[in-house]
Every structure is written in C-alpha cells, then in structure tokens.
C-alpha cells in the first residue's frame, strides 16, 4: 500500500502539471526562431532551369544549406561538426546534384539540391585537400576529381566510387592547387613553384597516365588560389592588383602556356585585345566574379562609385567589352560594412542578352542579393549566427505617458504653471485617445490583411506588461543588433569598426528605461583577448545611436569591470573599471560621482581571478580610487585549473527567505549576494584520478565557505549559481554519462541577522547540503529562470546538442529530496529521490523549433510575475516566454468573457426583480 | 627568477629522497626552508599579523600553526600574548575602522613532501579591527586545504562578529588570543545514489508481488462473480414462473 501510495504521489505530482508545452493554435504566437547560416564561402546558384530559386551556399560555419534566391528564406540546411572535422573545402554543383568535400579531403559527399537528401558518401584517403572539380567527356560530366597535395584521384559522379588515384609527379617542391578539365577527356593539374614556374600535368581520363608534362617559367607567381581562376576553354586568368604593366606581361606569359598546351593562339590575341580596356577597371576595383550562362562567360567587377555607394558592371570574358545596361548600383548601409564577396548569377533574356544578379557579402557579414538596376530582393544578417552577449531592455513609454511622467518628475514650479501643465497633459491625453479610436475606426474599415502591426522604431512603446522588450545583441564580428523581442524584427544595427576578430566583449545596461527624460544608456566594453586593451562603446540600446558621453581612455589593459548600483545624478550606474596596476577608473567620472565613491569607497570590493596562477584575490577601494589587496586565495594549477566563476545575477529578487518545513519550522536560505562558485578542473586527466572541484567563496572577505570535490569526474562543466543554489553539470568519467549535481545552502533554523546581510557579520558557515543525479543527455548550456520578483517558483532552462531547449523545474534539483517519502516531505512537497532525471518531451519549450549549436540562454523577467522571457542563441535565435508556475496571474485566452458577464448580468436584473417583487409582497401583506 | 629558485628547491627535493632511502628511519630534521619548522611528527607553520593606523600591511608574527600530518584535527596554534603596544594599537585601528590582517604561507599540508612543496607566496584574509576588538579577540581561523593537502586559504571570522562600538574598557581582554583553530579540507560530493535507490525498487516489487500473487481467483474477481450471480439469480427468479407454468401444464 505504502509503495502504491508513493507512486500514486509521484504520478499525481508529475501530472499536477509541469506542462509548459504549447497548444498547436498557440505556435508561433509568443515565440519565434530565426535560422542562419553564418559567413559565405561558396555559394553557387542552380542554372540548371531557368524558374530554379535555389542558392546554395557552404560557410565558415559548417554549414551547407539552400536558400530560396527570391526570398532569402532557407530552403534546407545542413549542420555539420564544429571545427576542422566538418569545414566544407569544396563545393561543386552540377545539375540537381551538389557536390561538396568535407573536413580537409576527409569526405567526398553527393547532395541531392532539391530536397537536401544525401546521394552518397566516400570517404577519401588521407592528405591535404587542394582543389577539386568535375571532369567532363564529350560534353558529359560523368566523374569528380580531387586534388590533393600529393596524388589526385577520380570518382564516379553516379555513386562516388574511385576510379583510379595517381599520384603526382615531384609532389615535394611543387604546390599543385588548381585541377581543371577542358570537356573533352583530359584532366590538367595545374601545380605552381613559387615565384619560379608553373607545372602542368595532363592524365589520361580512362586509366590516370600521364600524357603530358609542361612547365613554364612565373617568377612573379606564389599562388594559383588567390588570384587565378579558370574562365572558358584553357583559359587561366590571373588578377593581381599591383602594377598593370606586370599585370599584362604576366597574362601575357600564361595565356603563352596554354596557347602552347592547346595550341590555340587565336586566344591570346583576343585576350590582349579587352585587356586593356579591362584593366582599368581591374585596377581600382573592389571584386570580381565570374559566371557562365549558355555559351557566354561574364565578369561581374565591383568597383566604388563614391562614399556611399558601389557600381558592379558586367564585362564580357570573351571581349572584354562591358555590356550595355548592366550597371547595377549597390547602396552601402551606414551602419555596416565594406563589401568583401560577390556572387553573380548570369541568366540568359528572352532577347539572348545577358541578364544577372548578383550576391554581395559584407564585413559584417550581410548577405545582399540584388538585381538589377539596384533593387535589393532580400538581406540577411548573418552575424547574428554568432551571439557572443546580449541583453533585453525595456521598451521606452509612448510620448503621452512620458509626458505625465514628466510631470511628476519635474520640481513643482507654482500653482499656476502646475495646473496649466496638468491640463495641457490632459489633452494630450484626450488626443491621443481620439486618434487612437480614429485609427480603430479606420483600421475597421479596411480588410483584415491590410491591417498589420508594423514594428518600427518610432511606434516602440512598452506594453502593458512589459512583455516586449528591446533585445541588444553583441556578434562576434563586431556588429550590434537591436532586436524587438515580439516579432523578431531587427530594428537598428550598427557595425563597430576596427573590432579585433577575438576580442571579448561585456554588455552593461548603465541606465534603463525608468529615467525619463535621461535616455537609455548600453556601455560595451571590448577586450582584445591578447593585449587585455579595452574600449568603451556608450550607445542607446533604444536606438542604436552612439552617445556623445565623453568616454574614459583606458590605456591599460582591463582586468575587471564593476558596475556599481550608485548612480549619478543622471541616474546613470556608476562602472568601475581596474586595469592591471590595480588603478580604478571611473564612468561617468563627474564630480558627483567621485564625492560618492569616497563616501563609499570603504564598502566597495572587488575580486580579479588570475586563471593562469589559480590565484584569486579580493580588493577594497581607497579614498583616491587606487586599490589595496586584501584577500588571497590560490589553488595551485598543478593540481586543478579554475574553469569557470560566477557570481549572482544583479537583478535577481529572492521573494521569501526560508523554506517551510513539513513541521511547520523554518529552514532559511543562506543568500549571500557576494557568494562567488569556481568550478575547477584537475589537471589530471586520468579516469579514476580526475576530478572537478566547487568551491563557494565569499567575494568580500575571500572566506571559503564551502569546498567539495567530485571524483572520477571531468568537464566540460556547465553551472548556474543563483538565489542559495548552485546547480552543476559535468561528464562522469567512470559511468561515462552525465550528470546533475545540486548544493543548497541553508543558514539552519534561525537566521543571524535578518535585517541585512554583511559578509563581513556572518561568522557561522551555511549548512551545505548536496544531491547528485544522472541525466541522460549531454548539455550545451544551462541557465535558471528569472521572475520579477521571485515569487514564481525557478526552472532550469537546459540546451541540449540536439537544439531542443528543456525547462527543467529546479524541484527536481532539490538536495532535501528523502530517500525515502515520509508524511513531513510530502507536507513539503518533496519528491521522493531517484537517481535517475527523465526527460519528459512535453518539457521542450520549443517543440519543433530546434536551436542549433545552442551557445547561451539568456533570461529576462517580464511586468507579469509569472512569465519569463528567454532567449536561446547559438547558430539559431530562438524567443519564447516560460511560465515555471503556470500562468496563475493571466486569464487564459479562451477565457468565456461573454459566459461570465451574461451571468453577471443575469443575476443583477434577478436581484433587482426579486427585491421589487418582495417589496410588492411585502406591501400586499402590510395592507392585509 | 622564479623558476631558478623552484628548480633550485627541486633538486634539493630530490637528495632528501635520497637521503630517506639510505637511512631509512634516520630523520635529522633537515631545515632546508626557513619558515617550515619539520620534526618527526609533524611540522609547524607561522601565523603572521598586521594591523596599522594607516592601513598599509606590515605582517609580524602572531604565533605558530603546528600541524600534524595525515591527522583529523591535528591542529595547533601557539602565540604569544599581546604586548601593551599592540593592544593600544589594535585599539587604535579598531577606532578608525581599519583591518586587522593575518597571513600564512602556502605549504603542503602533507609531511613528506613539506620542504620540496613549500610555493611562494602567501594567503590572507581580513577582518575589521573593531570586531576583534568587540569580541575580546575570540576568533575562529580556518585553513582550507585542497585535494592533495595544498593551503589553498585561509579565513578569519570573529565571534560575534558585529561591530556594535562597544568599548572594551579592560586591558586584560586584550591580552590572549581565544582562537579556535581548524583545517578543512573539501568534502566529497555524492555521486547519483543509486544502489539505495534499487535496493528500494526491489522491495517495493516484492511487496507488491506478494500480494497479488497470494490472490486468488475469486479474491480478484468476486465483484463479477457476484454481479454475475446477482445477475443470474435475477432473470432466473424472473424466468421461473414461466417455466413452472409450463412445467404445470
């Protein structure tokens, strides 16, 4: 009975409802997923028909995808392995089929381009890929060779098998990096000697014998890659921008090569003949892109127009003539960047003349296709594949509610004034209403379909709960984004120039929203990760628009940054930042500012974390803004390395202080605001020997308050510190799964000091107590809800590999979870511990809409106490709204309105007919 | 620098191994580190201090840790009592607000490898002069070891803790140290309890298999049965009658 009981408990408590899944009307409604495919590196266009929309394209990411050329909607997408494992070398594309060579020569992959279904699969032999391309024979493309540094080998196009591999002559000295086939049954592998001479081979088709061997002399060639492509029948065509003289000799020399492999001097004549009208483009252009359509070769040659703008023309290969009514005008955004790759798709008109468009990449990471004469069909931001930080921001108020806020803002000038001014107010107010109905009105009138919410930056306003937000997004190209939080719209974005590729970059909201008529303040401090120099970026996050606020120089190298919760009298929060002499500076540095930090300078601390030396150590401020060293801790690095710290969230509400116990006593939390969690890693990497280390030490006395060791376990380690817990995750070497392990820490029955808490007055150590359990699942990233004011009970946000992102109630993670259920617990509401963790689907917030590569969770409260925004990012972004305990403030949407106010109704007019039939009776019976 | 002298104390490291290895038992207590006092049972680190008006640390010694290697709570601290000097000064920053500092160095707490383990540097930690003060110098200090018995840390908290600015107008509380001393050194975190968890299972499954097993058909099913037999007593209570007419007849 006892057991049925308990499973009965188990079961009910399950039931009682975690379900955070969607209903199938409710897709799409609060949340919202984008797909990208990060930075271009090839990308080809279907000419096999002409009504074809598909682009594919293979990136720095890993990523070999279709994209609708209409639209610049993902038609598919392929997500390889991260790193070098899954890097696309090549990718070729005849017909249906694409062709791609993975992973340095590693995998030769066939992809059938309509659907994305793979053909077939070879795996190569090994050595480093060089080039590859198709080989045709009688017109007929039939086989795909690849080169590679010392042998080249063919395959069947039909099913990949090898055909025959050969190995290359003198592979030691010279770089062979080009293969190329005319058509008609040779295969040419073009190698180059630096700055010596070039090396043609040619193979036989059918057997791999070599039929001729040629070299030429180049001393003013390092590289075929760069520079040289191989445009129409033999024809290799080098562009090198420094001087045209040499320029045209070097042509010259190389078009001798082929006219002597090919005999066909007919060429070089005509290759001299557009030259030079060619290369005066040549010289001062940006790119330059190649494409065939039917029988004709066209190069597309960007070149700068003036400040703002570009001109890409098409020139004929065969002529060299530029085609008339070609001229394609590309606009540059302000707020991006410079062109760096083009992509021309040539078509053939109806009237047999060229027709293009074209696909221009910028430096941060734009995707435009255009067509002509300029239009833009679509754009793509693909920095946005790359989320390094962000952070969500409240809306600003409309006009006419900032105008009352205003109000009560200002200093009271009179009676008079205050009166106009309230009245004034007033019919602001009473305008804005009339317009608003104007517009309900005039909205009422017009088909539904017209009538759309367009979000722009101008009708930004908060909602009543606060609900959408401003998300502020960092790329790791340097590019800002900002987003509106409903709908997913990009609304402003800016390109921050000069960013080094590896800098690390920290998003601070100085000032929010709340501070009208002080507009919203971001700083964005950048770090090159080599030298440790910072930079400070002050921006509006409402926006995007870079503020005028003087920055502080920073000459030194940035250890640590602080934002205080000061403000100064703009109400700006006060950001300490120390540099590697322990100096401190400032921002905003007023006069203000500086008085407050040497009242308070006594009470300000800081930690710096020295990974490298394992050592940790604890600052206090001085009076003149210099530093003294007050703490050391340092945990040798020949044993463990620190992995990770983390402290608190800053806007974190812990709502109640203990936990009833099921006798009615209270347990309470140890909330230490300045308690610190360093996860450590053993440098051991032995199975039975590894270990990683947790330890909880007060930020501002360096006292270690807790210590623990988990053996036999390795990272890599995800953790979330938050409220009195800290949750971690880390990969058990000897059962080889994963696992969840909990600390909880409790002050015990009687609480210190329970009107404020000092690190520096707390002289008992917190009770500790710690569960672990096994997860089946690897993790790619970990993060706890946040609610307004922490009433809400917390779940975990976990993101799997598989892109789904899991909302794990912390119950579950609950260290006081019994062995055994006894009446106490269950009065609790403790479930009974089992090791294991499931993972229950209806718990995938997402559903369908998996988030790739998962990379960070990022959390937010909304107005509503019951509702969390989240934002997953890693190669997707994906936003949706958490409810941990259901909605329990929010009538649901289908609630019966007219039910509920038909029965009000209903029962007003029956109390007011029964009281006037009991007075009629009443008076009947007085009269009698 | 730095790696000349550790290379340094490595090789000495390496003849006291040596060393050990000829005369087995011999121990002469060879003091290679200055600051790392060893004797066979154990071996003794300092317990330096600071306190200064002007808050810049000047570390003095307090007294000595003794330790005793591979020991639960073998833990000594020595120290003095506090000179007239000291305890009007430490009266003095406690007026101002100032820190009262202590240091250690950072040693290995395992005997055997002390003098070649002996890191540079030292661990601090802090605490407001006045609450030392307040709470005559009763103080608790905590070393906190790591996995292979490094120092890691050290921390200091008075008891209470609080500065209250009661004065402490008798010199004699300022005079001995009432100092608790430990060592902790990281607990183990519990794997997923899984054995327990089986062992729970399977008595549930007995107890629930028992049962079921001991019932019998009818224990099982007697509600059908019954209803079948209120069923049929029913109709043939209903049906009789008739027959018994027909039977008549």
């Not at chain 2, 000064?89 to 007026?95: I, S, T």
């Amino acid at each position: 009975a006892m057991a049925g009981q308990l499973a009965g408990f188990t079961v009910s408590l399950c039931l009682l409802g975690f379900t955070v899944a969607v209903f199938e009307d409710q897709v799409g409604k609060f949340d919202w997923r984008q797909q990208f495919v990060g930075e271009v590196q090839f990308a080809l266009f279907d000419t096999h028909s002409q009504a074809s929309k598909k682009l594919l394209v293979a990136t720095e990411k890993n990523i070999f995808a279709s994209l609708n050329s209409r639209t610049g909607e993902l038609f598919w997408r392929h997500v390889d392995k991260m790193g070098p494992e899954g890097h696309i070398d090549m990718l070729l594309m005849h017909g249906q089929d694409a062709v791609v060579v993975v992973g340095n020569g590693r995998l030769l992959r066939s992809w059938e381009t309509t659907v994305g279904g793979l053909n077939w699969e070879t795996v190569l032999d090994t050595g480093s890929f060089q080039s590859a391309a198709f080989i045709g024979l009688q017109d007929l493309v039939k086989y795909v060779a690849v080169l590679k540094k010392s042998a080249i080998s063919l395959h069947y196009l039909s099913n990949g098998h090898q055909k025959w591999v050969e190995n290359l002559p003198e592979s030691d000295t010279v770089q062979y990096q080009t293969v190329y086939s005319g058509g008609n049954g040779q295969v040419f592998v073009l190698g180059v000697v630096p700055n010596s001479h070039i090396v043609i081979v040619e193979y036989n088709i059918e057997d791999g014998e070599i039929m001729k061997q040629n070299s030429v002399a180049a001393p003013w060639m390092s590289s075929l890659k760069s520079s040289c492509v191989v445009v129409g029948i033999g024809v290799l065509l080098c562009t090198k921008m420094t001087p045209i003289l040499l320029q045209v000799t070097t042509t010259l020399q190389f078009s001798d090569v082929y006219s002597r492999m090919r005999e066909q001097f007919e060429f070089c004549t005509s290759v001299l003949k557009w030259l030079m009208s060619f290369f005066y483009f040549l010289f001062q252009s940006y790119l330059v892109s190649f494409a065939t359509t039917g029988e004709k070769t066209v190069a597309a040659v960007m070149s700068p127009k003036n400040e703002t703008a570009c001109s890409i023309n098409l020139f004929s290969a065969d002529t060299g003539r530029r085609l008339l009514d070609t001229t394609i005008i590309y606009y540059m955004d302000p707020n991006g960047g410079k062109p760096t790759k083009l992509y021309v798709h040539a078509f053939l008109k109806k009237d047999d003349s060229v027709g293009y468009r074209v696909l221009v990449q910028t430096e941060d990471l734009v995707l435009n296709f255009l067509q002509q004469p300029g239009r833009v069909v679509w754009t793509r931001e693909e920095a946005l594949a790359d989320v390094v930080t962000m952070e969500m921001v409240d809306l600003p108020l409309t006009g006419t509610q900032a105008e009352l806020e205003g109000e009560f803002g200002k200093k009271a000038d009179g009676l008079l004034p205050m009166v106009l001014k309230r009245l004034s107010s007033q019919l602001i107010l009473l305008q804005a209403w009339l317009s608003h109905l104007w517009k309900l009105f005039y909205d009422a009138r017009k088909p539904r379909s017209h009538v759309k919410n367009e979000v722009t930056i101008e009708t930004l306003s908060r909602d009543e709960f606060n609900l959408q937000k401003m998300m502020v997004m960092v790329t790791a190209s340097g590019k800002l984004f900002g987003i509106d939080s409903k709908s997913g719209a990009v609304l402003w974005k800016k390109y921050l120039e000069n960013v080094q590729p590896n800098s690390v970059f920290k998003l601070m909201v100085q000032r929010t929203t709340a501070h009208f008529p002080h507009p919203p303040q971001c700083t964005l401090l950048i770090k090159d990760k080599d030298t440790g120099l910072g930079s400070l970026y002050v921006f509006n996050p409402i926006f995007g628009k870079k503020s005028h606020i003087s920055v502080p120089a920073l000459p030194r190298p940035v250890l640590q940054s602080l934002l205080l919760p000061l403000m100064d009298q703009d109400y700006a929060k006060v950001l300490l930042l120390i540099d590697d002499q322990y100096k401190v500076t400032a921002f905003p540095s007023t006069k203000n500012v500086l008085q407050q930090l040497q009242e308070m300078a006594s009470s300000i601390f800081f930690y710096l974390v020295d990974a490298s030396q394992g050592r940790l150590s604890g600052f206090r401020l001085r009076k003149d803004l210099s530093t003294e060293l007050i703490w050391e801790v340092v945990i040798p690095t020949e044993v463990q390395k620190i992995v990770g710290v983390k402290g608190k969230r800053a806007n974190e509400h812990v709502h109640s202080q203990g936990r009833v116990m099921g006798d009615r006593s209270v347990l309470y939390k140890y909330l230490n605001p300045n308690l610190l969690a360093v996860v450590t890693e053993s440098t051991d990497s032995h199975q039975e020997r590894s270990f990683v280390g947790i330890f909880l030490i007060d930020g501002v006395t360096g006292r270690i308050v807790h210590e623990a060791v988990q053996r036999k376990a390795r990272g890599p380690v995800h953790f979330v510190h938050s409220e009195n817990w800290v949750v971690y995750v880390y990969w058990n070497t000897k059962s080889r799964r994963n696992e969840f392990s909990v600390l909880e820490l409790f002050e015990g029955m009687e609480l210190y000091n329970s009107t404020v808490f000092s690190s520096l007055d707390r002289p008992h150590p917190p009770q500790v107590l710690q569960q672990s359990y096994i997860f089946p699942s690897h993790i790619s990233t970990l993060e706890a809800t946040l609610t307004e004011k922490g009433i809400t009970s917390r779940h975990l946000l976990v993101g799997l590999p598989s892109g789904a992102i899991m909302s794990l109630p912390k119950m579950f993670l609950d260290p006081r979870r019994p062995e055994v259920g006894s009446d106490q617990s269950r009065e609790e509401n403790l479930i009974p511990y089992s090791p294991e963790m499931m993972i229950r689907t209806e718990w995938f917030i997402n559903y369908n809409q998996t988030v790739s590569r998962v990379r960070g969770i990022y959390t937010a409260p909304s107005g509503l106490e019951s509702t969390c925004l989240v934002v997953a990012y890693g190669l997707d972004i994906y936003q949706t709204r958490v409810y941990p305990s259901k909605q329990f403030d929010v009538l649901k949407d289908d609630y019966d309105y007219v039910l509920i106010s038909s029965v009000l109704l209903g029962l007003f007019f029956a109390t007011m007919i029964s009281k006037r039939l009991a007075e009629v009776k009443l008076l009947n019976r007085a009269w009698r | 620098m730095a790696p000349l002298s550790s290379s340094f104390i490595a090789i000495i490291s390496i003849s006291i191994v040596g060393f050990y290895m000829q005369f087995g038992d011999c121990n002469n207590g060879r003091r290679v580190v200055d600051n790392v006092e060893s004797d066979i049972t154990g071996f003794s680190v300092p317990l330096e201090h600071s306190f200064e008006v002007d808050d810049v640390p000047r570390f003095r010694a307090r007294g000595n840790i003794q330790l005793k290697a591979g020991r639960e709570n073998g833990v000594f601290l020595s120290q003095a009592l506090l000179s007239e000097k000291d305890r009007s000064l430490l009266k003095d920053v406690a007026a101002v607000d100032g820190l009262y500092r202590i240091r250690v160095p950072r040693v290995s707490l395992q005997s055997d490898r002390q003098t070649d383990r002996q890191l540079e540097g030292y661990l601090t930690a802090f605490i407001r002069a006045c609450s030392l003060v307040e709470s005559h110098l009763s103080d608790v200090i905590t070393l906190h070891t790591d996995v292979s018995g490094y120092l890691i840390g050290v921390s200091i908290v008075t008891v209470p803790s609080a500065c209250r600015g009661a004065e402490v107008e008798d010199e004699v509380d300022l005079e001995i140290f009432n100092t608790t001393i430990g060592v902790m050194a990281p607990v183990n975190a519990p794997a997923p309890e899984t054995a327990l968890y089986i062992e729970k299972m399977e008595q549930e499954m007995d107890k629930k298999g028992k049962p079921q097993e001991q019932k019998s058909f009818f224990a099982k099913y007697w509600y059908l049965i019954l209803g079948g037999a209120v069923f049929l007593m029913a109709t043939s209570s209903a049906q009789p009658p008739a027959g018994g007419a027909r039977e008549q007849s």
